[in-house]
């Protein structure tokens, strides 16, 4: 095969994703979406998704909804679809159309996992799914004095029978039915179901397919991340938000604060929109993390590796030095990195010339990262570091970067500004440019 342009960015995109393959490997996702989901367009190809995430080690529950379906259901039979606080009024006669509903749709993402024709991404596949009464319901009761009949929430989550079917490699399917102790059948809100059950089996991440991109902004820009606390101001004033996001959110904040990792929304009417936001750094929804996805540490010896896959390429380019790997072993002490979402995004290194003088070195960052001001945070991360050891000078040395320093309080200097060490050991075939600032 020549190498086209599609061939480059194949090859590239598949090496860039190695990293989330390695580190999905043997984690537990939830899944969860309504009956609009499996109404779209995409519910096929999404099911080629579901397929691709099994195939590479990932532990899946899906959880499905069917409101729609039941709308559809009670219209056929002449009956009122009743809500009070979110909830279905589910009599008796609801019960049997949300029964009908449920199962009809349950069968169909059954059928959707089952496909194996050739030429398709479900070819030589074997998933297994597995159904079952992992939920136990519970009725709510009268809300203000309404009796709200069948409609229930989750009393109790079968963590050991669910965890015991995923170390098999089945897939479990959930849907919004709980059966009681009393054999009793309660209407559960899907929401709430998948929010129990990733508490219950200490899911890695809890994934919503909503009705809109993800979580937007009043002028309607999406939120590609948010801390649980930015979540909980949302909820009392996202007057703006699609009714999917307006149902999940008090559920994302349970599910974080509860210790989820990580709970994404995403947009169930974007063909691929699961693998994108799960394999890119990116991503293409909103993701919702108890602590911000940031993280400004100091290295560790672990870290080596990473370092010089982000340092290399500059190194190639002549941007930076080059640091051999027993050099990077030795001062590995020196540098603090920046993590994106556990990723190694960008770093940067103190070097102490004397007491009062030090020099900010290999400051870099991925080439995809150096728009988000990773960059000044490493910068601020080294000169309080360097405060803390008294240092009163800090300079720089700089081929390419000479602007970006100087916007950011440092000054043009001349090799005779550096430490007698460092001038004596300055190579004037590069002609990297001095910069200072004072601390």
Not at 259 to 266: K, T
């Amino acid at each position: 095969m020549s190498d086209t342009p599609y061939d480059e960015h194949f090859v590239a995109w598949f090496r860039a994703v190695t990293p989330y393959i390695n580190a999905f490997r043997g984690k537990t996702f939830v899944i969860a979406f309504g009956g609009k989901a499996v109404e779209s367009e995409f519910a096929r190809t999404l099911a080629f998704d579901v397929n691709l995430l099994v195939s590479l080690g990932i532990r899946l529950v899906l959880v499905h909804g069917a409101r729609p379906q039941i709308e559809e259901e009670l219209r056929e039979k002449n009956l009122e679809s009743v809500y009070h606080r979110g909830y279905r009024v589910t009599d008796a006669a609801a019960l049997d159309c949300v029964l009908d509903a449920v199962g009809s749709v349950y069968l169909e993402i059954e059928a959707l996992l089952s496909q194996g024709l050739p030429n398709t991404p479900m070819a030589n596949s074997r998933i297994r799914v597995i159904g079952g009464n992992f939920i136990t319901g519970q009725p709510i009761g009268v809300l203000d004095g309404i009796d709200m009949h069948y409609a229930g929430k989750v009393r109790k989550v079968d963590a050991e029978g669910i965890n015991a079917q995923l170390a098999l490699g089945n897939i479990v399917l959930l849907n919004c039915e709980g059966p009681s102790a009393t054999g009793e059948i309660f209407n559960l809100q899907m929401e709430e179901a998948a929010e129990a059950v990733a508490v219950a089996i200490k899911a890695d991440k809890l994934v919503f397919l909503t009705d809109s991109q993800g979580v937007a902004d009043p002028s309607g820009d999406l939120l590609d991340e948010m801390t649980a606390d930015e979540v909980e101001i949302l909820l009392k004033t996202g007057e703006w938000l699609s009714p999917d996001i307006r149902r999940y959110l008090p559920c994302v904040l349970r599910a974080s604060r509860a210790g989820v990792g990580r709970v994404h929304l995403i947009g169930f009417a974007q063909d691929g929109a699961l693998l994108r936001e799960l394999f890119t750094h990116d991503g293409v929804g909103t993701v919702v993390t108890r602590e911000s996805l940031e993280n400004i540490r100091e290295a560790k010896p672990d870290d080596i590796g990473a370092l010089i896959a982000l340092i290399e390429p500059l190194e190639a380019e002549g941007i930076l030095v080059h640091r051999p790997r027993e050099l990077l072993e030795r001062e590995i002490d020196r540098f603090s990195v920046m993590e994106h979402d556990g990723i190694i995004v960008g770093c940067a290194a103190l070097y102490a010339h004397s007491d009062e003088e030090a020099e900010l070195a290999c400051l870099a960052v991925s080439a995809e990262h150096r728009e988000w001001g990773y960059g000044e945070q490493l910068m601020k991360r080294i000169e309080k570091r360097a405060r803390k050891l008294g240092i009163k000078q800090l300079f720089v040395l700089t081929t390419r970067t000479e602007h970006w320093f100087v916007e950011r309080g440092f000054r043009l200097g001349t090799v005779d500004d550096l430490p007698a060490k460092k001038r004596d050991m300055y190579n004037y075939q590069r002609r990297s440019k001095v910069l200072c600032k004072t601390l």
